[in-house]
């Protein structure tokens, strides 16, 4: 799903710079060359206006070309217990009780979250694979991928799923295709009662914390907050809550981070590796030095020949 | 008086015995905050339908003509007397002034005549007053599908209109199909009506008994076809036709086309109890078998039959042929037609104003003055007089819609004036000028509602308690009760103690998207929403079959177990209360249910109409629930 207009901002298991870029950070924590920077952009999700319609699941679909699928009753209003590989925008059901017993139906759009330190990205070893655009998206391109899964274990969200029969991992793109070409995402455009909004990071968290203050000052909602996590650096789609201290109601993490063995593998061991791997040739090397080649048999050198 | 509220319901309200006084409480309620003619107020309906105000407007009811023009009865001996029983005389209270709009009713008739028949519509023939039907009973709905039943309608033409599933009493009107001589259905799927032969528990031996004859028409859906939708803030938008209809699909409008011409020549072959009426209708489309409906809006409009001239008007002349640009402009003599005098100036002589897209907003207020075109005369808020005091100026001197200019001598302002514009503040002319008396109303008088002049308290007609107000009249006494062996009503203590209401899902649209895969994936089964207490009286479990009972007929589906529906204590019992989402039936996507229990929900719903609306009372009757 990569596209030619965005520009390039960090790309999974590639070394030196990235084609055509400026100067700026890549998530690995180097120093890269080449791209200007552009305003990040940011879908913002206000759950207390969300009616759980789940036009933006149909709309996600058809603009991705993906089959509609039967589905079960489940006791629920929610279209499946968890995202797929060919469903990436959930809304997600909870009846909850506030202390008062009154109720409180939740509902939260479910997407990937297109972190500022991806751990998909961090995680992927293929080059290529999955690159993060200065806008901010996170997107994979399913030619480059592996298949090793790797980036599932990377993401704090659970939002990248394998596929069996590809063998390739998909997930949300942010419509990096359409915001390619200047438009909004399908799933923005399809919510009809303006929960979901979508601009530079800036102008949403501005218009969040807006929102959120309206919230706390004028509604029972005394604990509303904006949902931008830091332990990822921040999202590009970011949630107003109506209990910021109750991610958890959400089923969101509480401090998403990109898992620690992740970070060191691709950080501090990577090196480690690099130089173990060194070693290890540099051993080989002398091993040959001083024990000369493996002499081969004769019975194995004449095995393809017609008996 | 700078705070303004508005009241948006959606028909749940009408889905009572008692619905009209729930709309009039809120109106009442509006009128004494001051909320009503203000930018941000009013009492605003959401439909179920995206053109349910166009169809009332255009009279898809049967107690009115286009623009709310009261049908003629059999009292109505000619014209003038017609005329003279629904034109309203004025009432001045006291010093205040009264402009009694209605008092204009014979120009709008006149020209709805001359828009129905044309040249054979003439002064001398009483504006051939005697090809309208003169309506002598309530033909509702309800009643409708009772007649049916009871053997005296002998045939229907449904459009659009899925009459099993949307009930009331839906094994009634399955019954009532199977007594009829013809069926016609004109529907974009296979539906329940067209298929009532096939319902739920029919043997193939009752099959056989079934001499209904059966004529499906495939018509088109709604993004096939042009057109206007009126939406609840009377707004007419024009649409363009986005995909061609596919298949043998027709586009409705030719369907009725084809079907009318027929008939007219059936009439002109074999004449008939009364072929004027039928034979007199202009049809002067360039297309009969398929008339655009530019053609139809522009009829609709009106135009000058005759040269026309007013002092009072700029341009103050029209030439036979344009089209008007306003009512205002509707005479009484002949020499106009306008099908709906309320939409005269949606398609004047310029072009039609139901395809405007502007998107200013000067005043700031939300009035889009230049989006598409409101009736009447594309005043956005009606009684909009009263957005200023007595003296003509604006409540909130922040928030300006209409006022008083007086080195003009006339009303101005961002939106039109809804109001006679030279009427001068100090003949305090009252701003509700459909009234006689200028006044909005608190008291409905002369018999307007059949249930009197103030809203009561009444229970549903069938409720598990009694009216604690007046236990000897708790429900609406001059609701009907139906006699046939089809319409049984519950009692408290019958067995069925649990309230039942049905509601829609944003999910799915009506009885239409059952055949979707897309919204049969969001919502894929039908289901029972009932109180954890009462599954755990029942020994229900999430996702559990049940069997939801009413005195009339059983409906299989699922149990939804939730938080969100509590019991409620009431007359201090603990009454229970369950909700069935209305999407399913026995026609669209298998869901894996064996035939019979595909049920549609309105087998529960009773036989019981509102008395002034006739609306279904669907929001409440009882029924019991059990594990299937």
Known sequence: ?307 | MKKVGTIIYSVGWTHHSFGTQIIRTAAMAQLLLGNVGRAGGGVNALRGHSNIQGATDMAGVFDILPGYLKVPTPADADFAAYIKRITPTSAKPKEWDSFNYWSNTSKFAVSFMKAMYGDKATKENDWAFNYLPKVDRKYSWVEMWDNMYKGKVKGLLAFGMNGVAIGPNSQKNIDALKKADWLVVCDIYPEETSSFWESPGITDDQKKQIKTEVYRLPGAGFAEKDGTFVNSARWLQWKWAAVPTPGQAMLDHEILARIFLKVRELYQKEGGKFPDAILGATWAYSNPNSPSLTEVAKEINGKALADVHDDKQTPTDWKAGQQLPGFAWLRDDGTTSCGNWLYCGSWPDAGSNTQRRGTEDPSGLGIYPNWAWSWPSNRRVLYNRASCDVSGKPWDPARKQIWWNESAGKWVGNDVPDFKADSKPSDHMGPFIMQPEGLGRLFVPLAGLADGPFPEFYEPMESPTENLLHPKQSNNPVVKKYSTDMDKYAKAGDGFDIVCTSYRLTEHYHYWTKNNPMNMELVPEPFVEIPEDLAKEKGIAGGDKVKVSSVRSTYYCKAMVTKRIKPMMINGKKTYQVGIPIHWGYKGLGDGRPEEERTPINLLSPTVIDPNAYTPEFKGFLVKIEKA
């Open chain 1, 1 to 307: 799903m990569s596209n030619g207009t965005l520009e390039i901002k960090a790309i999974s298991g590639h070394r030196g710079g990235v084609p055509g870029g400026g100067n700026y950070q890549q998530a690995d924590g180097l120093q890269h060359e080449g791209a200007s920077r552009s305003y990040d952009v940011c879908k913002l999700v206000d759950t207390t206006t969300c009616i759980g319609c789940k036009a933006c699941e149909v709309a996600c679909l058809e603009w991705n070309g993906y089959e509609f699928r039967e589905t079960m009753f489940a006791n629920t209003y929610q279209t499946m217990p968890d995202t797929a590989w060919n469903f990436w925008n959930l809304i997600r059901f909870k009846e909850d009780e506030a202390e008062d017993g009154t109720p409180q139906w939740l509902m939260r759009k479910d997407q990937c979250m297109h972190c500022a330190e991806p751990g998909c990205l961090i995680a992927c070893p293929a080059d290529g694979a999955i690159v993060q655009y200065t806008n901010g998206i996170v997107d994979f391109n399913q030619e480059n991928c592996i298949g090793c899964q790797y980036c599932v274990t990377g993401c704090p969200f659970n939002i990248p799923k394998f596929n069996e029969e590809t063998k390739k991992v998909y997930k949300c793109t942010l419509c990096s295709d359409r915001v390619g070409a200047g438009l909004e995402p399908a799933c923005i455009k399809s919510c009809p009662t303006g929960c979901l909004h979508f601009g530079s990071k800036e102008d949403m968290k501005f218009e969040a914390e807006k929102r959120a203050t309206q919230l706390r000052a004028n509604t029972s909602y005394k604990n509303a907050g904006v949902y931008d996590p830091e332990g990822v650096d921040g999202t590009h789609v970011i949630y107003v809550l109506h209990d910021i201290n109750a991610p958890e109601k959400y089923s969101l993490p509480r401090n998403p981070t990109v898992p620690f063995f992740v970070k060191m593998w691709k950080g501090p061991l990577k090196w480690i590796g690099g130089i173990a791997m060194g070693l290890g040739v540099a051993t080989l090397f002398g091993h040959y030095l001083r024990f000369g080649p493996k002499p081969v048999e004769e019975e194995m050198n004449q095995g393809g020949k017609a008996r």
